[in-house]
């Protein structure tokens, strides 16, 4: 009877540990799936039982390891496509907010905190360029021309993740590809002009020289003789002016103190002005890496058009305020430096805000449009930013950032 009942205690505890071992493998299975844990595996304990729940989940959580390492691999390899890719990418996660952005896009827009785009949505960055990229519609896509001379290719995209679809913005630079053959282009038809012209004028201007001898008692005729010079002059200036955008030299940089450098030229610039202009330099300016005479050249074009659009909006009303340029400059955290020259002049009409700085484009009667050409072509020699606009304050800025000293040193010693 005793040897019975032992034998039945005996059958149960192995029957419970039958049901029992099984129940802890799958219990233990789980618990490393909730940990997400697909290194350890299930070991055997030589119950048929638990020992084919621990093969089952062993080859299950191989699999799921393997997929896990793929994928990982996958993310790793896109992740380093963006981040080399030379168009600027902005990721944005299920809620629209930007998760991601790589070098190319902090370039492209300016931004030198790596950080500060991420839990934002695109429009919150108060970014024309990006502004204009983030209300395109889901697959479309835009050439973007801005008040800085330069020019874009935006895009916005979707796939799916997890069964959402989530958007991405992608910004591609197209100003240096089409710069470049803007400049070829005109700079051909220029050197052909001025050869022309040049070849031209030579021999008008002996015969002009040889007439003005023989008739020089005739003051009629010298009159005449006189005006047709001043013309010819007056065109070989024209010509030059544009000889000059194509060959501009590579600048040489040196360190140049602001407030030294526009302090020693305000007499200059004032009498460029054609009416009395209150200009006002900021004092204990930054030093920039530039090219001097570059620089005053740079200078005395965005003075002068600042000038002049006071002008015409004293010629077309009486102003509030009296006609005033300021000009200030700051360092930022990179420790580049922003140059701002401020006007509160008539400013720049809406439909010729993106124009600006197009080859040769002018808004002036009879304009030949070379001052921003040639500032343009300058400051990105320089490999500076700029940018030219009426704010919503009414008063119009020219913006230019200067690399840092250390980066500018380091691109100056750079083989050209």
């Known amino acids: 009877m005793i040897s019975l009942l032992g034998a039945d205690i005996i059958a149960i505890g192995m029957l419970w540990q039958s049901v029992m071992r099984p129940t802890r493998m799958i219990q233990r299975g789980m618990e490393l799936l909730s940990e997400q844990e697909t290194n350890n595996r299930l070991a055997e304990v030589g119950q048929?039982?638990?020992?084919?729940?621990?093969?089952?989940?062993?080859?299950?959580?191989?699999?799921?390891?393997?997929?896990?390492?793929?994928?990982?691999?996958?993310?790793?390899?896109?992740?380093?496509?963006?981040?080399?890719?030379?168009?600027?990418?902005?990721?944005?996660?299920?809620?629209?907010?930007?998760?991601?952005?790589?070098?190319?896009?902090?370039?492209?827009?300016?931004?030198?905190?790596?950080?500060?785009?991420?839990?934002?949505?695109?429009?919150?960055?108060?970014?024309?360029?990006?502004?204009?990229?983030?209300?395109?519609n889901d697959g479309d896509s835009r050439t973007l021309r801005l008040n800085d001379a330069s020019l874009y290719r935006g895009y916005r995209l979707s796939f799916m993740d997890t069964g959402f679809r989530r958007h991405f913005l992608l910004i591609e630079s197209l100003t240096d590809e089409v710069l470049r053959a803007e400049r070829e282009a005109y700079g051909r038809v220029i050197r052909l002009m001025a050869h022309e012209v040049n070849n031209s004028m030579s021999g008008f201007t002996t015969l002009l020289h040889i007439l003005s001898d023989i008739h020089s008692a005739d003051s009629e005729l010298m009159d005449v003789i006189t005006s047709v010079s001043d013309r010819c002059a007056g065109l070989g200036k024209f010509i030059a002016g544009y000889a000059d955008v194509v060959r501009l030299p590579e600048p040489r940089l040196a360190e140049v103190q602001l407030t030294d450098f526009l302090q020693s030229s305000l007499p200059f610039w004032e009498s460029c002005a054609h009416q009395p202009v209150r200009l006002i330099v900021a004092p204990d300016l930054p030093s920039v890496m530039a090219d001097i005479s570059m620089l005053g050249q740079v200078m005395v074009n965005i003075l002068k058009n600042a000038a002049e659009s006071i002008a015409q909006l004293h010629a077309a009303a009486t102003p509030a305020t009296a006609a005033e340029i300021s000009i200030n400059a700051a360092c930022n955290q990179a420790g580049d430096v922003e140059l701002v020259v401020t006007d509160n002049g008539a400013g720049i009409s809406p439909r010729h805000a993106a124009r600006i700085f197009e080859s040769f484009f002018s808004t002036k009667s009879g304009g030949q449009g070379i001052g921003l050409t040639l500032v343009a072509e300058i400051l990105r020699r320089h490999n500076c930013r700029f940018s030219l606009s009426t704010d919503s304050d009414g008063l119009t800025r020219f913006r230019i950032v200067f690399p840092s000293l250390r980066q500018a040193s380091k691109l100056n010693r750079q083989p050209q």
């Open 48 to 136: 048929p039982d638990a020992d084919n729940v621990a093969r089952i989940f062993n080859t299950l959580i191989s699999r799921l390891h393997a997929e896990r390492i793929r994928l990982q691999e996958q993310d790793q390899l896109l992740g380093s496509l963006i981040d080399v890719s030379p168009m600027g990418v902005a990721m944005m996660d299920f809620d629209g907010k930007i998760s991601r952005v790589n070098p190319a896009f902090l370039r492209i827009t300016g931004i030198t905190d790596p950080a500060a785009p991420l839990g934002h949505r695109p429009e919150e960055l108060n970014l024309e360029l990006v502004n204009a990229v983030a209300a395109l």
